[in-house]
């Protein structure tokens, strides 16, 4: 999750929402502009990757982007989280760690999902950028693939759009073997 929001509102949204569960604990990186302090972190972060929630905020992850050796070991251990809360970060940072975690996961797709004009670099790097239409205005649902009117339709889209995917996919592999039992009849 990628936000904007102070952390204690990053914290309490990314609860309600339900990406902490009620097993995984929380580990905080804010206010780190030393990069052995930020080492030291990763160090502690990897004891507990696997069943923690990592909090960071914009001043650290401005920190981090601009060591390419620190980048790569934060990522590393930050995939391997079940959540990662990205907490006072610019809409440039939003859009920087779309594109890495594009490049990092090794052509896994990465959806975008924003409501604002802060979140369209984000949008706009994602494979499937959604925007959301709400009270900042419509940048947002201009610049995304799929425009929705409130977060809850989100479920819906992604259940219908995988359908719809997978009876293209079904329908034109039963063309092909039916072009193909043609040509070899004839």
């Keep these: 999750m990628l936000t904007g929001d102070k952390v204690e509102t990053a914290t309490s949204i990314s609860i309600s929402s339900?990406?902490?569960?009620?097993?995984?604990?929380?580990?905080?990186?804010?206010?780190?502009?030393?990069?052995?302090?930020?080492?030291?972190k990763i160090d502690m972060f990897q004891q507990h990757a696997t069943n923690c929630t990592l909090i960071i905020d914009g001043k650290t992850l401005m920190t981090i982007m601009v060591d390419e050796d620190l980048k790569l070991r934060f990522f590393e251990q930050a995939m391997r989280a079940p959540c990662v809360?990205?907490?006072?970060?610019?809409?440039?940072?939003?859009?920087?760690?779309?594109?890495?975690?594009?490049?990092?996961?090794?052509?896994?797709?990465?959806?975008?999902?924003g409501d604002g004009g802060n979140d369209v670099g984000m949008i706009l790097e994602a494979d499937c950028g959604i925007g959301i239409e709400?009270?900042?205005?419509?940048?947002?649902?201009?610049?995304?693939?799929?425009?929705?009117?409130?977060?809850?339709?989100l479920k819906k889209l992604i259940l219908w759009h995988g359908r719809l995917s997978y009876r293209r996919s079904a329908v034109l592999a039963q063309f092909v073997f039916h072009r193909g039992l043609i040509i070899s009849i004839i």
């Design 18 to 40: 339900g990406l902490k569960s009620r097993r995984n604990q929380l580990f905080f990186m804010r206010e780190l502009s030393d990069p052995k302090e930020i080492y030291a």
């Design 85 to 113: 809360c990205i907490c006072r970060c610019s809409p440039t940072q939003k859009a920087d760690v779309t594109k890495l975690m594009r490049t990092l996961t090794g052509g896994k797709r990465v959806a975008g999902i």
């Design 134 to 153: 709400g009270k900042e205005g419509m940048q947002a649902s201009l610049a995304g693939d799929f425009s929705l009117k409130e977060f809850g339709q």
